[in-house]
Structures are given as structure tokens and as C-alpha cells.
């Protein structure tokens, strides 16, 4: 059983049961299209806080956060919710040869 639903948007509620230092990768396509891994730390208020990586790159610093927007968890400055799965089931442009980099660590 995935650890957070599939089928739509996710919400403040799914990320409430994740432990801290579960790594989830996320996906948006609302307005522009990506990937990103997310290192979860906590939900506090509106918000779910933890570290980001795009492909590739390292982890954004610590307490970074998605927030919640019309009862959806988003992302970026636009609210782009985001999701477990790519909802029209492409990978993302962010992928190389449909693979995610793992982040770089210091």
C-alpha cells in the first residue's frame, strides 16, 4: 500500500501520519510540470515542513515547507498542488531518461 494516496491532490491530512524522515517523491502540474523528493519533518499549522531536492541537486535547507491552499498540500509560488503520481501518468520533464537522481548530501 502506497504511503500516500494516488488518485488526487494530496492533503495536510495525508502527510499528518508520516514519520519524521520519511522521503516521499512529489510531483506538480498544474501550471508547470516536475519532481521532487521530499524529506519530510512535520505539519504544523498550514504547513508541512521539511527539505526539497530536484533532480539531482541537494536538499533545500531544514524547516522549508509546501502549505495548504484550498485544502490542497502545494508548492511554489503559483499554489501548485501536488501529488503522489503524475496525474495523466507521464513522467516528468524533470526526470533524465526517466530517472530520478537521488539529492546530493553534504
Known amino acids: 500500500m502506497p504511503l500516500l494516496p494516488t488518485d488526487r491532490p494530496l492533503t495536510l491530512d495525508d502527510f499528518r501520519p508520516l514519520e519524521r524522515g520519511t522521503v516521499v517523491i512529489l510531483h506538480y502540474c498544474a501550471f508547470n510540470k516536475g519532481t521532487f523528493v521530499w524529506l519530510h519533518e512535520r505539519v504544523e499549522g ?26 490542497r498540500v502545494c508548492q511554489g509560488s503559483g499554489a501548485e498542488p501536488v501529488w503522489a503520481i503524475m496525474p495523466d501518468g507521464e513522467p516528468a520533464d524533470t526526470l533524465v531518461d526517466g530517472i530520478l537522481q537521488l539529492p546530493q548530501y553534504d
Open 46 to 71: 498550514d504547513r508541512v515542513e521539511g527539505q526539497f531536492a530536484y533532480n539531482g541537486e541537494k536538499f533545500s535547507p531544514p524547516r522549508d515547507y509546501l502549505y495548504e491552499c484550498d485544502g
